[in-house]
């Protein structure tokens, strides 16, 4: 969120209007930018078809920092994001490519062709031309088809890995006027994009064909796969079909496909009407397609302008579309457009969430991803920062940089059960709710509520209940920690709780198969009443699955000094991490800042204090024991522990406060707040003056501080952070 930074709106490269913008991009060598990179969660253990959600909203490039606006939370229901827009080739924003990446899921690209993109359709396939005179060394005397270059092939590739995403949506809507000849050479094209996308980015690259011209160039939406489309569906990874197919179309898609036989690679996403999905989903599942999703953002485009509409309204909405109403909601379903003629009627139940159509997934596993979240769903209205609130701002932010998990496993409602013997008494209700008012780290929290009605009996009862909130993926021999802050936001007077962080295995088997091998609690003094509590797990049976599908959670112990008096109490959970536990044998060691750097802005009638600061992280080790006791050349002990070399363990970071004093403060904490970095792992922050939030009238200079968040959830202390100082 760097509200001291340029202009929200895209920079020039954020996008390609034409080819040759995106050969001129190509002459300029550009470093990689910093965005989490991708890797893949489990497969499914179910043979349900996937999920590709294809983001059209309001043309795309329209989140601002400076107000609410609209994100995608539920990535625990989709495999592939498309980041669409009007633009020749549409780039996703970091922001978005790291939001997906910490969910597992693939983020790509488009590649649009439209109304008047003829000209460049045929670019893309012979290349960039030289200004030179050339041509042919000597003419030949037999037929020679359209010549095909890989030239944007490598370029669009060489796009993907600097900027971090995955592949592309190739969306072809204008006529090829080279006929058979054309169409012939793009989808030998297509395979050149393919090769070069696996080779520069990796072998989970995708590229998705989306129906629109046919194999005589023809501008002819199918609606289902058949002859006319074939070549581009064998030639891409994926394929996604046009939207207005009558519900027949599902079967007889599948049919076709099951005819290739070998030679299908495989069936791709399959497109849904945009209004009322479940009623297509229906459609799909039975056939065994995956499924399109495309203009999601509909919820909030359509609402926005409703009288009472807030970002929670949305966010209830968007909820129920995507995991399903709560106990008394009812959703309002529209009635059916009539069927096409000669189609047979189809029938409905009621309404159905999208999620219950797909395999869930957890994200990836935490020794190759640390699984981070503050329950953010990307938009806030302040900032805090271990407990303490350093901004507010009515009218919110929005940043897909910091989004988080909101907890996967709490919507519509947590899944309660009884923890210990087991037990036939009703369980509390449990219901959870993002908000925006407190935080821990960011901005927002998870609240989490339970209520039950008295009951008559003794005078004192104990209830110990379980509560996951996120799922996570755990490799069986390793060991891991967990972390987890929270408070109580509601306390009941009637009762006593006891609160401790666990970790379950989740269906197909609910047997227990984790220890539990060490826990702690901080101290009752971390600000705005927050406590932490620390767990070190592994598994305790030998397990088959080289992969386990888990939940972290809370066990909750509820003593009751009544039980004819009602529950009600809620919590809030500000943060949870999971991060492989450090080996034994590591040595000790600490994250943290080596130094900051100003440089001032070269643009004409910039300000002292336009300009970018820069940093860099670093490692320390504690002191050795001693002194060193080898007993000669010929010693196999090493004289000092040696960190493994298949362990990442140099510190990474997920982003950086920064703060500002325009004169000498006797704590760094005492200095304001102006914004954070962009980017996983981004060591840069763009200062204006114009925006900094104190008078610099008189001043002689002003002090900038650092201060890193680690990938593992940690504010580092200020002795580890730095400061730099700018003469005016």
Same mark, same amino acid.
């Given at each position: 969120m760097p509200l001291t930074g340029a202009s929200h709106q895209p920079t020039p490269s954020a996008y390609f209007k034409t080819l040759a913008e995106l050969d001129s991009w190509a002459a300029t060598p550009t470093r990689p930018l910093s965005v989490l990179k991708? @890797?893949? $969660?489990?497969?499914?253990?179910?043979?349900?078809?996937?999920?590709?959600?294809?983001?059209?909203? &309001?043309?795309?490039?329209?989140?601002?920092?400076f107000s609410l606006g609209y994100t995608f939370n539920f990535w625990?229901?989709?495999?592939?994001?498309?980041?669409?827009?009007?633009? $020749?080739?549409?780039?996703?924003?970091?922001?978005?490519?790291?939001?997906a990446h910490r969910q597992g899921v693939k983020m790509l690209g488009t590649l649009i062709f439209e109304g008047g993109g003829e000209e460049d359709c045929l670019k893309l396939l012979v290349g960039r031309l030289p200004k030179s005179k050339t041509g042919p060394a000597q003419q030949s005397s037999d037929f020679r088809s359209l010549p095909l270059s890989p030239h944007y092939a490598r370029v669009l590739a060489d796009l993907a890995h600097q900027r971090g995403f995955d592949g592309y949506l190739l969306n072809f809507e204008c006529p090829l006027q080279g006929g058979v000849e054309q169409t012939r050479a793009l989808s030998a094209w297509i395979t050149l994009l393919v090769d070069e996308l696996k080779l520069k980015i990796g072998t989970h690259a995708e590229v998705v064909w989306y129906d629109s011209v046919v194999v005589t160039g023809q501008l002819a939406w199918q609606d289902r796969l058949n002859s006319f489309n074939l070549p581009f569906f064998l030639s891409s990874t994926a394929f996604f079909t046009n939207y207005t197919w009558p519900p027949s179309y599902t079967a007889r898609t599948a049919d076709y496909f099951r005819s290739l036989g070998p030679s299908g690679a495989h069936i791709g996403p399959?497109?849904?009407?945009?209004?009322?999905?479940?009623?297509?989903?229906?459609?799909?599942?039975?056939?065994?397609?995956?499924?399109?999703?495309?203009?999601?953002?509909?919820?909030?485009?359509?609402?926005?302008?409703?009288?009472?509409?807030?970002?929670? *309204?949305?966010?209830?909405?968007? $909820?129920?579309?995507?995991?399903?109403?709560?106990?008394?909601?009812?959703?309002?379903?529209?009635?059916?457009?009539?069927? $096409?003629?000669?189609?047979?009627? @189809?029938s409905h139940g009621p309404f159905a969430s999208v999620a219950s159509f797909f395999s869930h997934r957890a994200p990836p596993d935490p020794r190759m991803v640390p699984l981070h979240t503050t329950f953010s769903p990307g938009v806030g209205r302040g900032w805090w920062v271990d407990g303490i609130r350093l901004l507010e701002r009515p009218a919110g932010w929005t940043d897909l940089d910091k989004q988080t998990s909101i907890g996967d496993l709490v919507w519509p409602v947590p899944l309660l059960a009884w923890h210990g013997d087991s037990s036939s008494d009703a369980l509390p209700v449990a219901k959870s709710e993002v908000t925006l008012q407190d935080a821990w780290n960011g901005g927002s929290s998870l609240r989490l509520a339970l209520s039950a009605p008295g009951e008559a009996g003794e005078d004192a009862a104990f209830r110990c209940v379980w509560l996951p909130v996120q799922s996570v993926t755990i490799t069986p021999t390793k060991s891991y920690e967990a972390t987890v802050v929270y408070k109580l936001d509601k306390e009941d007077a009637?009762?006593?709780?006891?609160?401790?962080?666990?970790? &379950?295995?989740?269906?197909?088997? *609910?047997?227990?198969?984790?220890?539990?091998v060490s826990q702690s609690v901080s101290d009752d003094s971390l600000p705005g009443g927050w406590t932490k509590l620390c767990i070190r797990f592994e598994t305790s049976t030998p397990i088959q699955d080289p992969r386990i599908k888990a939940g972290l959670g809370l066990i909750i112990s509820i003593i009751s000094e009544d039980v004819s008096q009602p529950l009600d109490l809620s919590l809030l959970l500000g943060q949870l991490n999971i991060y492989p536990a450090p080996l034994s044998a590591a040595p000790p060691r600490a994250p943290m800042l080596l130094w900051a750097n100003f440089s001032r802005s070269s643009e004409p009638n910039a300000t002292p204090l336009d300009g970018t600061l820069t940093w860099e992280a670093a490692a320390t080790f504690a002191p050795l024991p001693g002194t060193l006791s080898l007993s000669g050349a010929e010693d196999t002990t090493s004289a000092w522990a040696v960190s493994s070399t298949t362990e990442r363990w140099f510190p990474r970071f997920l982003y950086f406060n920064v703060y500002a004093s325009v004169s000498a403060v006797s704590q760094p904490q005492d200095a304001v707040w102006i914004g954070t970095s962009s980017g996983f792992d981004g060591q840069a922050f763009g200062v204006r003056e114009v925006n900094l939030p104190f008078d610099r009238a008189g001043a002689k200079e002003v002090t900038f501080y650092v201060q890193g968040v680690t990938d593992r959830g940690a504010v580092l202390p200020w002795h580890q952070c730095v400061f730099v100082t700018v003469s005016l």
């Amino acid at each position: 969120m760097p509200l001291t930074g340029a202009s929200h709106q895209p920079t020039p490269s954020a996008y390609f209007k034409t080819l040759a913008e995106l050969d001129s991009w190509a002459a300029t060598p550009t470093r990689p930018l910093s965005v989490l990179k991708y @890797c893949p $969660r489990p497969s499914a253990p179910d043979a349900r078809g996937k999920l590709l959600v294809c983001h059209d909203y &309001k043309g795309g490039y329209t989140e601002s920092p400076f107000s609410l606006g609209y994100t995608f939370n539920f990535w625990s229901s989709a495999d592939i994001f498309i980041y669409f827009s009007h633009h $020749r080739v549409t780039v996703p924003p970091p922001g978005w490519i790291t939001a997906a990446h910490r969910q597992g899921v693939k983020m790509l690209g488009t590649l649009i062709f439209e109304g008047g993109g003829e000209e460049d359709c045929l670019k893309l396939l012979v290349g960039r031309l030289p200004k030179s005179k050339t041509g042919p060394a000597q003419q030949s005397s037999d037929f020679r088809s359209l010549p095909l270059s890989p030239h944007y092939a490598r370029v669009l590739a060489d796009l993907a890995h600097q900027r971090g995403f995955d592949g592309y949506l190739l969306n072809f809507e204008c006529p090829l006027q080279g006929g058979v000849e054309q169409t012939r050479a793009l989808s030998a094209w297509i395979t050149l994009l393919v090769d070069e996308l696996k080779l520069k980015i990796g072998t989970h690259a995708e590229v998705v064909w989306y129906d629109s011209v046919v194999v005589t160039g023809q501008l002819a939406w199918q609606d289902r796969l058949n002859s006319f489309n074939l070549p581009f569906f064998l030639s891409s990874t994926a394929f996604f079909t046009n939207y207005t197919w009558p519900p027949s179309y599902t079967a007889r898609t599948a049919d076709y496909f099951r005819s290739l036989g070998p030679s299908g690679a495989h069936i791709g996403p399959k497109s849904i009407k945009e209004h009322l999905p479940y009623k297509a989903l229906e459609h799909i599942a039975p056939a065994g397609l995956s499924t399109a999703f495309f203009g999601q953002g509909w919820t909030w485009e359509n609402t926005q302008d409703n009288p009472g509409f807030t970002w929670e *309204s949305w966010f209830s909405d968007d $909820r129920r579309l995507w995991t399903g109403p709560r106990a008394g909601e009812h959703v309002q379903v529209p009635a059916m457009p009539a069927n $096409r003629p000669g189609e047979p009627p @189809c029938s409905h139940g009621p309404f159905a969430s999208v999620a219950s159509f797909f395999s869930h997934r957890a994200p990836p596993d935490p020794r190759m991803v640390p699984l981070h979240t503050t329950f953010s769903p990307g938009v806030g209205r302040g900032w805090w920062v271990d407990g303490i609130r350093l901004l507010e701002r009515p009218a919110g932010w929005t940043d897909l940089d910091k989004q988080t998990s909101i907890g996967d496993l709490v919507w519509p409602v947590p899944l309660l059960a009884w923890h210990g013997d087991s037990s036939s008494d009703a369980l509390p209700v449990a219901k959870s709710e993002v908000t925006l008012q407190d935080a821990w780290n960011g901005g927002s929290s998870l609240r989490l509520a339970l209520s039950a009605p008295g009951e008559a009996g003794e005078d004192a009862a104990f209830r110990c209940v379980w509560l996951p909130v996120q799922s996570v993926t755990i490799t069986p021999t390793k060991s891991y920690e967990a972390t987890v802050v929270y408070k109580l936001d509601k306390e009941d007077a009637n009762v006593d709780l006891d609160i401790a962080l666990s970790v &379950k295995r989740l269906a197909p088997s *609910s047997v227990d198969v984790f220890d539990v091998v060490s826990q702690s609690v901080s101290d009752d003094s971390l600000p705005g009443g927050w406590t932490k509590l620390c767990i070190r797990f592994e598994t305790s049976t030998p397990i088959q699955d080289p992969r386990i599908k888990a939940g972290l959670g809370l066990i909750i112990s509820i003593i009751s000094e009544d039980v004819s008096q009602p529950l009600d109490l809620s919590l809030l959970l500000g943060q949870l991490n999971i991060y492989p536990a450090p080996l034994s044998a590591a040595p000790p060691r600490a994250p943290m800042l080596l130094w900051a750097n100003f440089s001032r802005s070269s643009e004409p009638n910039a300000t002292p204090l336009d300009g970018t600061l820069t940093w860099e992280a670093a490692a320390t080790f504690a002191p050795l024991p001693g002194t060193l006791s080898l007993s000669g050349a010929e010693d196999t002990t090493s004289a000092w522990a040696v960190s493994s070399t298949t362990e990442r363990w140099f510190p990474r970071f997920l982003y950086f406060n920064v703060y500002a004093s325009v004169s000498a403060v006797s704590q760094p904490q005492d200095a304001v707040w102006i914004g954070t970095s962009s980017g996983f792992d981004g060591q840069a922050f763009g200062v204006r003056e114009v925006n900094l939030p104190f008078d610099r009238a008189g001043a002689k200079e002003v002090t900038f501080y650092v201060q890193g968040v680690t990938d593992r959830g940690a504010v580092l202390p200020w002795h580890q952070c730095v400061f730099v100082t700018v003469s005016l």
